[in-house]
């Protein structure tokens, strides 16, 4: 099973939160993630409940991954990561596609 390759293309959801810090904001940290999402080159989209990744699994996972890295070097001793990932092998769909084939049904396109 080692030489089972991941994912060439998926989207990832995800809100880092963390644990025990002294303000109930964490818009600071928020920043701070999504300067190291838009150095890293992977296209994404900031919502107001998290940000959603595009690019190879390893890519986007890895950049998830750092993320907390950087919270935890900034002193977040515990970070919680809600993660919803998905893959599909057919064609290659951004989130932006999923978005507006909704909006063509609804008519709003």
């Not at 296209?43 to 750092?66: C, F, N, P």
């Not at 919270?71 to 092998?89: A, F, K, M, N």
Request: proline share 4%; charged share 20%.
């Amino acid at each position: 099973m080692n030489s089972l390759p991941t994912p060439s293309h998926c989207t990832a959801d995800f809100c880092l939160i963390p644990i025990g810090t002294a303000s109930p904001s964490v818009s600071a940290q928020v920043a701070d993630v999504q300067r190291l999402i838009e150095q890293s080159g992977v296209k994404y989209t900031m919502h107001s409940a998290g940000t959603t990744l595009e690019g190879s699994w390893d890519r986007v996972h890895q950049v998830i991954g750092q993320a907390h890295t950087l919270l935890h070097e900034q002193g977040v001793v515990r970070i919680q990561s809600d993660i919803r990932s998905g893959s599909r092998t057919d064609k290659l769909q951004t989130a932006e596609d999923k978005v507006n084939k909704v909006r063509e049904l609804l008519g709003k396109e």
